[in-house]
């Protein structure tokens, strides 16, 4: 078995991305770096490897631990690498979601500097 494989098959194999050409778009779009480095979707990843992943606003840091050329099942992709990931913030230090009534129009500056206050972006 070769000592390197793509990090956008590798990426596909472990079902980090439910197609190749996902993968290949995450790791484009900057939302994909190996051992804190920005890196190409061709970039040959190695054992020992630290992959960072940007999913649904979170980041999700795997180590390498096996090399994967072809998309298996979950039990054996979970055993290709070691999750690394910090446990999130509880619940109550997201921001909360603000929404505005469908049709009620642009808001004004002081209902935009309330928003802005409540986002936490004084």
Do not use: C
């Not at 194999?13 to 779009?29: E, F, H, I, W």
Request: charged share 35%; no cysteine; hydrophobic share 40%.
């Amino acid at each position: 078995m070769s000592e390197s494989v793509r990090l956008d098959v590798w990426l596909w194999a472990v079902r980090m991305y439910k197609t190749r050409s996902l993968a290949t778009a995450a790791v484009r779009g900057g939302h994909v770096r190996v051992n804190g480095d920005p890196v190409k979707a061709s970039y040959a990843v190695k054992v020992g490897d630290e992959v960072r992943v940007r999913i649904a606003g979170f980041d999700r840091v795997l180590g390498v631990v096996q090399l994967l050329t072809k998309r298996v099942g979950a039990p054996i992709a979970a055993k290709a690498y070691e999750d690394r990931t910090p446990p999130r913030p509880p619940r109550e230090f997201y921001a909360p979601i603000v929404t505005r009534d469908r049709g009620a129009g642009r808001p004004t500056k002081r209902e935009r500097r309330e928003i802005d206050r409540l986002l936490g972006r004084d």
